[in-house]
């Protein structure tokens, strides 16, 4: 019991500390990014840069969750033998879940684009 607890720890401190890097990394990203708007085109990129902010980050937010949603249930598989059948396959499920969620995330963030409306020039 005390090593779940503290492999559940060690999990949640390791995820929070991702995720905080992880939004800097984005935040700076868009800083620093050729497309960020200016004085002279803000009315113009403002939408597109405020957009493609919130996406990634909205990215970052499912993918870190999904990633320690897998990890903790492959901790929590490795680490507990349950004698009840019922409570090995739900681990069993939930982990295989995790790891679909895993994978399709980036593509429903990615490869579906938006249609968005022709721009005025």
Avoid at 11 to 40: C, G, N, Q
Avoid at 49 to 60: A, D, H, N, Y
Avoid at 79 to 108: E, F, Q
């Amino acid at each position: 019991m005390q090593l779940t607890r503290t492999l559940s720890q060690t999990a949640y401190s390791l995820w929070s500390i991702l995720f905080a890097k992880l939004k800097s990394v984005a935040l700076r990203f868009f800083e620093d990014s050729p497309s960020a708007p200016t004085v002279s085109n803000q009315n113009a990129k403002s939408g597109l840069v405020l957009r493609r902010r919130s996406k990634l980050v909205g990215f970052i937010i499912a993918e870190v969750s999904a990633i320690g949603a897998l990890m903790l249930a492959g901790i929590l598989a490795v680490s507990v033998k349950p004698t009840d059948p019922t409570l090995a396959l739900s681990i069993n499920v939930v982990t295989i879940v995790a790891a679909a969620a895993v994978a399709i995330i980036p593509i429903a963030f990615f490869a579906i684009t938006p249609i968005l409306p022709r721009a005025d020039r």
